[in-house]
């Protein structure tokens, strides 16, 4: 069946979304502003003061205020569900995005004093890109998003720049990382389990087992774990039980596992799931870029000075208002600049 035209165009909306949450997650593993209803004389003189220095590069109220609305807008909306309308959860919300935005803010400046000491600077088609993507993020706010931020194209850039730079800091930090990853290291297994606690209905279960007992009809009167069904790859489940269940075969079950956590049975459903490990090793190629990036960072970042402005930035709220929408600054960087790593 063709789909309407009206269908295609909140498809493609949602595609944009999800892909600017995930960029806009990226940089981070994942650790209140001026949405405020105040003096907007008052809001417009504190603008210019900086709410976060580190190692002598700051970020202004206005600029730090382009990344919480945006953290605002696309988080703020969980499966078509409007968390800022949900009273129980508004001040975990609000809490949430300013925490986020000061660790990414903190993230990114340290990232590129980091870069700076290592003589790494963003060359011309580099600049030549955030400009453009500038220029294109710029031109998408509506007048009551340019009022409330007060940014210039000018700024838009500054944090393109800021953001670029510590794209390539951490391209040049993982470049030597091995990105092969064999089939056994990143297979993902689909099975059945079983798991109790007592001894004897492991023996009860291994003795119907034995007998030709189904599965699937013994999981749903013994297992006490929360799944019968589970994918797993390696480093999920007990030594013990890892050790058994990937010497499977299509079709065949473990006998008895006995772990600190209580008896395992294990039924092999596809002992290769070539999707989920073609996944899986991306993930661990990611995993190993962390732990090389990571490395250098966390050593370098204890050595700079950082400070946070708390009086300022208190002053300010993050709440969801109508006017302002902006949720793209993520995905035009993706766009222009391309994915960060």
């Known amino acids: 069946?063709?789909?309407?035209?009206?269908?295609?165009?909140?498809?493609?909306?949602?595609?944009?979304?999800?892909?600017?949450?995930?960029?806009?997650?990226?940089?981070?593993?994942?650790?209140?502003?001026?949405?405020?209803?105040?003096?907007?004389?008052?809001?417009?003189q504190m603008m210019s003061k900086p709410v976060l220095k580190v190692d002598g590069q700051s970020y202004s109220l206005s600029e730090a205020k382009v990344y919480l609305v945006n953290y605002q807008n696309l988080y703020g909306t969980v499966a078509g569900v409007d968390l800022w309308q949900q009273e129980a959860q508004v001040g975990l919300l609000e809490e949430y995005i300013k925490n986020l935005t000061v660790a990414q803010m903190t993230k990114i400046l340290s990232m590129d004093s980091l870069a700076k000491s290592r003589d790494i600077a963003l060359e011309e088609e580099e600049l030549a890109n955030v400009e453009k993507a500038a220029k294109a993020y710029y031109e998408s706010l509506n007048e009551q998003e340019l009022a409330y931020l007060e940014v210039s194209e000018a700024d838009i850039q500054k944090l393109y720049e800021d953001y670029a730079?510590?794209?390539?800091?951490?391209?040049?930090?993982?470049?030597g990382v091995n990105s092969e990853v064999s089939d056994d290291e990143a297979r993902i297994m689909d099975a059945m389990q079983i798991v109790v606690s007592d001894s004897k209905k492991a023996r009860e279960i291994k003795k119907a087992l034995a007998s030709g007992g189904d599965f699937s009809t013994l999981a749903s009167s013994y297992n006490e774990a929360e799944e019968v069904k589970i994918q797993f790859g390696r480093g999920e489940l007990p030594q013990e039980v890892e050790k058994a269940a990937f010497a499977l075969d299509n079709g065949t079950a473990t006998s008895s596992i006995k772990t600190d956590d209580g008896y395992y049975f294990i039924y092999c459903v596809n002992k290769f799931n070539e999707e989920l490990t073609d996944v899986n090793k991306i993930k661990i190629v990611q995993k190993r870029e962390k732990e090389a990036f990571g490395d250098?960072?966390?050593?370098?970042?204890?050595t700079i000075a950082k400070k946070m402005y708390q009086d300022t930035w208190n002053s300010l709220r993050a709440e969801r208002l109508d006017e302002l929408n902006t949720d793209s600054f993520f995905a035009v960087y993706q766009e222009y600049c391309g994915e960060l790593s």
């Open 296 to 302: 250098v960072y966390d050593a370098y970042s204890r």
């Open 165 to 175: 730079l510590a794209q390539k800091l951490y391209r040049s930090l993982t470049v």
């Open 1 to 44: 069946m063709v789909r309407s035209k009206k269908r295609k165009n909140e498809t493609n909306k949602h595609k944009k979304k999800t892909a600017a949450v995930l960029c806009a997650g990226m940089l981070l593993s994942c650790l209140c502003t001026g949405c405020g209803k105040g003096d907007p004389l008052h809001v417009t």
